[in-house]
T-cell receptor
Framework: GQNIDQPTEMTATEGAIVQINCTYQ??????LFWYQQHAGEAPTFLSYNVLDGLEEKGRFSSFLSRSKGYSYLLLKELQMKDSASYLCAVRDNAGNMLTFGGGTRLMVKP | DVKVTQSSRYLVKRTGEKVFLECVQD?????MFWYRQDPGLGLRLIYFSYDVKMKEKGDIPEGYSVSREKKERFSLILESASTNQTSMYLC??????????FGPGTRLLVL
């Protein structure tokens, strides 16, 4: 089975840095995904990690430690438009199915 | 750009009705997925299809069935809708082993 945990809600200030953590316990692992979902909209792909380490994409970075079953999404220079839910998902060994965590709702305040 | 479309954004049905949710993708992806999304529970996989006429059960298939007669179209069927199937339904597609692209979702209310 798969168990994926992330905080339910976080609040941060515009211009700041925020780190959203995700821990997982899974029977198989073939990569970890982060998606962003604005209220009432579809999730959109943000980042993917399959090897340990940091992947950077502009203001967003994602880190993975497979031995610890841990990932985080780092958002820098927060903007109001970053207010959204952030979904962590682990892919199965076959490489097709994703299991999602409950999502973290981030509120960015002025 | 990948486009995944769903037949309705909002749907209201009565208990016991048969409900069809349609999903179409235009990128010739082999894989298609149906999820439901509920507050606090995240996205949960209902069914997955990896080819025409092929399907696999996800985590919560009870009360649902699916149909994939053409590669671009994946239908979710609620045989007899119940109030606990009120939810947001999201369709996704992907090439094998690659990231999934989501449709805009259908918010279903069962009265």
């Amino acid at each position: 089975g798969q168990n994926i945990d992330q905080p339910t809600e976080m609040t941060a200030t515009e211009g700041a840095i925020v780190q959203i953590n995700c821990t997982y316990q899974t029977s198989g692992f073939n990569g970890l995904f982060w998606y962003q979902q604005h209220a009432g909209e579809a999730p959109t792909f943000l980042s993917y990690n399959v090897l340990d380490g940091l992947e950077e994409k502009g203001r967003f970075s994602s880190f993975l430690s497979r031995s610890k079953g841990y990932s985080y999404l780092l958002l820098k220079e927060l903007q109001m438009k970053d207010s959204a839910s952030y979904l962590c998902a682990v892919r199965d060994n076959a490489g097709n199915m994703l299991t999602f965590g409950g999502g973290t709702r981030l509120m960015v305040k002025p | 750009d990948v486009k995944v479309t769903q037949s309705s954004r909002y749907l209201v049905k009565r208990t016991g009705e048969k409900v069809f949710l349609e999903c179409v993708q235009d990128m010739d992806h082999e894989n298609m997925f149906w999820y439901r999304q509920d507050p606090g529970l995240g996205l949960r996989l209902i069914y997955f299809s990896y080819d025409v006429k092929m399907k696999e059960k996800g985590d919560i298939p009870e009360g649902y069935s699916v149909s994939r007669e053409k590669k671009e179209r994946f239908s979710l069927i609620l045989e007899s809708a119940s109030t606990n199937q009120t939810s947001m339904y999201l369709c996704a597609s992907s090439p094998p082993g690659e990231t999934q692209y989501f449709g805009p979702g259908t918010r279903l209310l069962v009265l």
